[in-house]
């Protein structure tokens, strides 16, 4: 009877282990369809890719390490240049981003301080930045200026009638290839229609940044011999629209046809299958844990209101006014 008591505490030990300590995932990759896939198979395709859209979940430590692993195994392996490029980065900042990863004239202090950085940025994009700096890998600022997509956001693309044509040359150049059907617009113009302190504008403003991503990614892009890995918020590239549309509107006006490859991180409670809702939001689909820990404590809005972290902020630009209109303050948000 002793025995039979071993055997049974025994065996209800190994049930509660085997139930409760089984692996837990800090990540699993998916194919578009919802195949189960590998890191190696997501490189595989990387390697062979010319532009990739890596869309990132902005407060999530999984994206963040799993975007300086790519980098750092394309620039091993890939037999080609690689470039690095991000919406973190505003244009009108790519000359203190060049001083600083080339070692130029520039101290790490003055830039963080002068630099209109994000407030996750020491521990979510340093980590990028210094590792361009110590390999020698260009990276690309591809951002709109944030008082330039505030005034799409308060006057339509009308409102940049005014600016200066030499500030023209930190965004897409105009008329842009806007689509209001597709739905990454559609869906930001629903939410603004229902709500009272968003602008109708804030679809345009939105697109006005994907176009400047596009643009400068290929501004930036070498036909055959480059990689372009650019990081971006995963709404600017899922289901291909967004910034990913934008650069293949681009590309129609030319005679290059790049491989281009998506990337995209969602959260799932269950890391079993990839949810049917998740099914084709990029050729590659990182499904992490929806409890993982965050890098920082997440504003509700901060995917649409993006701002500078308060150390760099001790002097911002002048807010952008178009003439003619009436007098009011800009808000420098700009949908994320």
């Not at 394309?74 to 790519?94: P, R, Y």
């Not at 981003?97 to 101290?107: D, F, G, K, P, S």
């Not at 902020?313 to 700009?334: A, I, L, T």
Request: charged share 25%; net charge negative.
């Amino acid at each position: 009877m002793k025995r039979l008591f071993i055997l049974i505490s025994l065996f209800l030990t190994g049930f509660f282990f085997t139930g409760f300590c089984s692996d837990k995932p800090a990540y699993r990759i998916f194919t578009s369809k919802g195949k189960s896939a590998e890191y190696g198979d997501m490189m595989k395709a990387a390697r062979s890719s010319e532009i990739i859209f890596f869309g990132e979940l902005h407060d999530n430590p999984v994206c963040h390490w799993l975007e300086l692993q790519l980098a750092k195994d394309l620039l091993h392996v890939s037999g080609k240049s690689l470039i690095l490029g991000a919406e973190m980065f505003e244009t009108d900042n790519q000359l203190l981003l060049n001083e600083y990863v080339t070692r130029q004239i520039i101290r790490k202090k003055d830039f963080d301080a002068e630099a209109k950085l994000w407030p996750n940025y020491k521990t979510d994009y340093s980590p990028l930045v210094e590792f361009a700096r110590e390999n020698d890998v260009r990276f690309v600022a591809t951002s709109i200026p944030r008082r330039f997509a505030a005034v799409v956001n308060l006057y339509g693309f009308e409102g940049l009638d005014e600016i200066m044509a030499n500030e023209r040359g930190l965004m897409a150049s105009r008329p842009i290839p806007y689509d209001s059907t597709l739905n990454c617009y559609k869906n930001i113009a629903s939410v603004a229609m229902g709500a009272p302190h968003m602008s109708v504008n804030l679809a345009k403003a939105q697109a006005m940044k994907d176009a400047t991503m596009a643009a400068f990614i290929l501004k930036n892009f070498i036909p055959d011999s480059i990689i372009f890995l650019h990081f971006n918020g995963a709404y600017h590239s899922e289901n291909h629209e967004g910034v990913v549309w934008m650069t293949r509107q681009y590309l129609r006006r030319g005679n290059t046809s790049p491989k281009i490859m998506t990337i995209t991180c969602v959260e799932q409670t269950d890391l079993g299958d990839l949810e049917q809702s998740n099914e084709g939001k990029a050729d590659y689909i990182i499904v992490i844990p929806s409890d993982m820990t965050k890098t920082y404590v997440s504003d509700p809005m901060f995917s649409l209101t993006a701002k500078p972290s308060k150390d760099n902020k001790k002097e911002e630009e002048s807010k952008v006014k178009p003439k003619g209109k009436e007098q009011q303050v800009v808000d420098d948000d700009d949908d994320d």
